[in-house]
């Protein structure tokens, strides 16, 4: 004990002269005793460092039951913090994650502990977040009939039992060796008051400190700094029996524990552990308690960084962003470190960074906008400066190159139930939002198409409620999936890809070389990305006239009407006349007239097609009788007695058909929708056309 100029009580640094008027105080108190009960009480008395004599208020002990899928438990870690914060001292957390919200989706942490269901069930709780202030029944506040809470009322309970004088003081100090992971914790109580129960129980909680991770509601993604977290209970479930409990016993403990590297797959950071110790009653009722962070002993170096992990996306392009992380496993706090870093072996770069490090801790280390030739697989390799130990300086990591796609992308989204959930972004290489979409309706199909330049992007999938939702698909126009997820993907997923330049291919319908075309058939032509004039400026539908032409065997011009949709990928040749029969139609794209958005010309194009025969159709159309055209609702065919009768809309498609019609046929045109339309009419291997309008 002489060694030690200062000891801890409660969590307070005080002098030896300051604990020898505290034992002479204590001394005094219990003149009365006997002699040999004097001498006894002076040996508790000198072996007590770190526990007060003096009759205190109870400590606070706010177990709070939480999960990572729980909407409104950032909002209970807020309430119990800001408790904390008020009475620093006096108030200690532990956060319990159990129960259904805390069960991990695929690819997530398990931040579940063997010890939570049991103390959360003798909770009695209904719902989530819900508390415990002591373990301490106050009536009318109970969720159920139980010692739980909501979070309404813990910091009105928590004031409560800060006023309540406590039979009971709880000291704790604990130290981890970090090259054994060995932790020692020691724990002393001194009974200022008798206990109502003649054994007590005393518990030592292991938790961590800022563990990354999922949390809905959260705001912050994968990112949630969770707090507090308990990962064991050093004493068991219900901790280790106390027999003696009457005023002036002395508990003296100290226990051993080797921290393993992981629990539930989770890295147990030794720098973030601290205890709570607290003695109860019962399981129940929680008389007082303390924590501590333990101090860190057993370097083997003062001056040792190392390199532990490189973190880049899973596919990237250039310029890439990475992020270093560096561990200080040495005694002394870390100030600046000298990087050295390249990508596939290109020239070295040299990064000095300055901060501060303490031991033990990480920091995350950000290289961003780093250029460099993309191979397919390529690899980070960073080191930092010599230091005691060089065996853990150098690191390197692989990433591949971002999927390629052409600058037309498709995306299909599914929402569940809870559409409102959902939204998505697509970004450029500056960070700006090109695209954009949510929230949606529950349970819909979103199906859209993007006109991208050529850049790198990221596609950013967003779940607010961090519970995943529909799959989704993203995919350019060669049909290459560029991202894909069935619904499982917690709050969100990214995925980089690059654009590249697709020469501008087209597709004529009818097609080169067609025969028995209708001859009140449109012309398309259909182009597999936006097109413009050469010049840069947008094609209008009376700029179609001046580089498509349309002619009949004699090369002269037939008059017809163009339009480009509002997309600027399909031109509509519509014929202003029925074409002749069995005639070969040419069109004509004039060459460098059209080009795509990256500049890409499209050179001169010919495509012919032959229109049906019209051999006997004159004295068959004499014959045959349409009525009314333009139509509504229905339409009367006469003197077609067997005849096929087909019904095309102005791109070719069939949308109605009759093999046999009587010779006063009507029909029901009510669900065909305004246009023109052509109707072809087959007797006994005779076909004439006839050009319909309908107007609603």
Not at 119 to 130: D, E, F, H, V
Not at 284 to 290: A, K, L, V
Not at 342 to 349: F, K, L, S, T
């Amino acid at each position: 004990m002489q060694e030690k100029n200062n000891k801890i009580v409660n969590g307070e640094a005080i002098t030896e002269s300051k604990l020898d008027k505290q034992l002479l105080k204590f001394r005094i108190m219990k003149k009365n005793l006997s002699l040999i009960g004097l001498t006894f009480m002076w040996f508790i008395g000198f072996s007590q460092t770190i526990v007060s004599t003096s009759s205190e208020n109870k400590n606070v002990i706010l177990e709070e039951f939480t999960g990572i899928h729980c909407g409104y438990c950032p909002q209970g870690h807020a309430i119990a913090q800001s408790i904390k914060d008020a009475h620093p001292d006096d108030v200690f957390l532990i956060n319990i994650h159990t129960g259904s919200y805390s069960t991990p989706s695929a690819g997530e942490p398990d931040f579940r502990t063997n010890f939570g269901t049991a103390i959360a069930n003798q909770s009695g709780l209904t719902g989530y977040p819900a508390g415990t202030v002591n373990r301490h029944l106050f009536s009318g506040w109970s969720q159920g009939s139980g010692t739980a809470m909501s979070r309404n009322h813990w910091t009105e309970a928590a004031n409560q039992i800060l006023g309540v004088s406590s039979y009971i003081n709880v000291g704790v100090e604990a130290e981890i060796n970090v090259s054994t992971r060995e932790l020692t914790v020691h724990v002393e109580a001194y009974y200022t008051g008798d206990s109502p129960q003649s054994t007590n129980l005393l518990n030592v909680a292991l938790l961590q400190d800022n563990t990354l991770g999922p949390q809905a509601g959260g705001n912050m993604g994968n990112e949630y700094v969770h707090m507090h977290r308990l990962v064991h209970m050093i004493t068991g479930q219900w901790g280790e029996e106390i027999s003696t409990t009457t005023t002036g016993s002395f508990i003296d403990r100290t226990y051993t524990y080797t921290i393993p590297a992981v629990y539930k797959n989770v890295p147990a950071e030794l720098a973030d552990l601290k205890i709570v110790a607290f003695i109860s009653e019962t399981h129940q009722e929680i008389i007082s308690g303390n924590g501590c962070f333990p101090s860190l002993t057993g370097f083997l170096y003062a001056n040792d960084a190392s390199v532990e992990e490189i973190t880049t996306a899973e596919s990237s392009c250039s310029p890439v962003d990475f992020s270093v992380t560096l561990r200080n496993l040495g005694s002394d706090t870390i100030e600046n470190v000298d990087f050295t870093y390249n990508i596939n072996g290109e020239p070295d770069q040299i990064y000095s960074w300055t901060g501060s490090i303490a031991p033990m801790k990480t920091e995350n280390i950000d290289f961003n906008n780093v250029e460099f030739t993309p191979s397919g697989t390529n690899t980070i390799n960073v080191s930092v400066n010599s230091d005691e130990n060089n065996t853990n300086n150098t690191l390197a990591s692989a990433f591949v190159d971002s999927p390629l796609s052409t600058t037309i992308v498709h995306l299909e989204l599914h929402t569940d139930s809870y559409g409102d959930e959902c939204t998505w972004n697509i970004k450029n290489s500056a960070g700006s939002t090109v695209y954009s979409g949510g929230p949606y309706g529950n349970n819909q199909t979103v199906n859209l198409t993007f006109y991208l330049g050529l850049d790198c992007y990221m596609f950013n999938l967003i779940d607010s409620w961090g519970d995943g939702g529909g799959a989704v698909t993203l995919e350019d126009s060669e049909g290459i999936q560029l991202y894909y997820t069935n619904g499982v993907y917690g709050t969100g997923e990214s995925q980089s890809f690059t654009s590249y330049s697709v020469l501008p291919e087209f597709v004529f319908n009818p097609a080169d070389g067609s025969l028995n075309v209708n001859c009140s058939s449109n012309i398309t032509i259909t182009f597999n990305q936006p097109v413009r004039k050469t010049d840069d400026s947008p094609i209008t539908n009376s700029d179609i006239a001046s580089f498509i032409s349309l002619t009949d065997p004699s090369q002269t011009a037939i008059p017809y009407t163009g339009t480009i949709n509002a997309d600027k990928t399909i031109i509509t040749v519509n014929p202003d006349q029925v074409l002749s029969g069995n005639t070969v139609i040419t069109t004509t794209i004039a060459g460098s007239s059209i080009e795509s958005y990256f500049d890409d010309a499209v050179s001169e194009t010919v495509s012919a097609f032959t229109t049906v025969s019209t051999s006997g159709l004159d004295n068959i159309a004499e014959s045959i009788d349409i009525y009314p055209n333009p139509a509504s609702d229905f339409l009367e065919i006469f003197n077609a007695d067997g005849a096929k009768l087909s019904i095309y809309d102005i791109s070719g498609k069939q949308i109605f058909r009759k093999n046999s019609i009587n010779n006063l046929e009507k029909i029901d045109i009510s669900n065909i929708n305004s246009g023109i339309y052509v109707i072809t009419i087959e007797i006994n291997g005779k076909l004439t056309e006839r050009k319909l309008t309908i107007v609603k």
